[in-house]
């Protein structure tokens, strides 16, 4: 759970008037835990990927 403070911020920099709506782990047999942050952004739903360190990554 330690990227999700790293995602939080990353959203609050990035898209400073989205509402963030919840950040959850992802995983998948023989790799590393991934996050999804779940967010609203000028209207659109959006989402976004983070490895363990709360860096972007593709999903």
Excluded: C, W
């Excluded at 782990?25 to 590393?32: A, D, E, K, M, W």
Aim: hydrophobic share 40%; glycine share 6%.
């Amino acid at each position: 759970m330690a990227a999700i403070a790293p995602a939080k911020a990353y959203i609050a920099k990035n898209y400073p008037t989205a509402k963030l709506h919840g950040v959850g782990i992802i995983h998948v047999s023989n790799q590393p835990d991934r996050y999804m942050a779940v967010f609203e952004q000028d209207g659109k739903r959006m989402q976004l990927a983070f490895d363990s360190q709360g860096n972007p990554v593709q999903k």
